[in-house]
């Protein structure tokens, strides 16, 4: 079993929609939680960067995370076609500066 | 653009071949992190090297080096490269230091490097 589960999609939703991506963990250590949106063939971009459950909010985007279920969620509001990249959640350990481990990624494509 | 740079974009190489990979992290960021992307892997974390010392190793074979020189920048050593060597690696970089502060664990990635090996 992978540390880190993230189902890899597709998914297409329509313009305006909101859009969500979850991952699910099997290590309680790890207490900081990323959210990196990767288009083809460039490098991952960090979009958000959380620390233990709650929310944080950055513009259209929603980060959620659930330490007691090991579930965290990425939302994303009036998704528009420029959001259409794969997605990866990561994560890291106590100490934050540690390795990130990743979801496989999910791929999004958000139809005009 | 992160701010962190990596040469060469993409490498073409033959099985056998030795390549080495550069990374130059953001300004002041004393962390860097090697990583492998491949299509049935996802992003493996190789390597993490902290102001010029190793730090961590994740799951890199053994004829994969690093090293991390005195002005910060990072070359990573693959040699005796296999067909399955070919992916891509990115190097990233955090401030990583020891004020506790989040915002220093955030780890910005480079453009990455395409390897093909024949």
């Known amino acids: 079993q992978k540390e880190v589960e993230q189902d890899p999609g597709p998914l297409s939703v329509p313009e305006g929609a909101i859009v969500s991506l979850n991952c699910t963990y099997s290590n309680s250590a790890f207490q900081y939680f990323m959210w990196y949106r990767q288009y083809s063939r460039k490098g991952p971009e960090l979009l958000m960067y959380t620390y233990s459950s709650g929310n944080k909010e950055d513009g259209r985007f929603t980060a959620q995370v659930d330490k007691s279920s090991k579930y965290i969620s990425l939302f994303i509001r009036d998704s528009q076609p420029s959001d259409s990249a794969t997605y990866l959640c990561a994560m890291s350990g106590i100490e934050g500066n540690e390795k990130l481990t990743f979801g496989t990624g999910t791929r999004l494509t958000i139809i005009p | 653009d992160s701010g962190v740079t990596q040469t060469p974009k993409h490498l073409i190489t033959a099985t056998g071949q030795r390549v080495t990979l550069r990374c130059s992290p953001r300004s002041g960021d004393l962390s860097v992190y090697w990583y492998q992307q491949s299509l049935d892997q996802g992003l493996q974390f190789l390597i993490q090297?902290?102001?010029?010392?190793?730090?961590a190793k994740g799951n890199i074979l053994e004829r994969f080096s690093a090293q991390q020189f005195p002005d910060l920048h990072s070359e990573l050593n693959l040699s005796s490269l296999e067909l399955g060597d070919s992916a891509l690696y990115f190097c990233?970089?955090?401030?990583?230091?020891?004020?506790?502060?989040?915002?220093?664990?955030?780890?910005?990635f480079g453009p990455g490097t395409r390897l093909t090996v024949l």
């Open positions: 990233a970089s955090s401030r990583a230091g020891t004020s506790g502060r989040i915002i220093d664990n955030e780890q910005f």
């Open positions: 090297y902290y102001n010029g010392e190793e730090r």
